[in-house]
């Protein structure tokens, strides 16, 4: 793999977790927040993702949040 296409890779860390891969569809707060700061290049905190979710962000059986859904709601707020 070349350099460059090294580093516009997500990092380890994030693709995976403690139980193995994440799920697009069922992640947690935290997780999301990682995510979006590997792939965007701008810090996303979990308290960001929390103040979403008491506006209306959707949210999933046990707090997990799916990021197509989340995404989606947020273009929406945005528009």
Do not use: C, Y
Request: charged content about 15%.
């Amino acid at each position: 793999m070349s350099p460059e296409a090294e580093s516009s890779t997500i990092p380890l860390a994030v693709t995976a977790g403690p139980a193995g891969p994440l799920t697009p569809t069922a992640l947690t707060p935290d997780a999301l927040a990682r995510l979006l700061s590997a792939a965007g290049g701008k810090a996303v905190t979990i308290d960001m993702i929390q103040a979403a979710v008491d506006a209306g962000a959707p949210v999933g059986v046990g707090g997990r949040i799916n990021m197509v859904e989340f995404m989606a709601w947020l273009e929406r707020e945005l528009a």
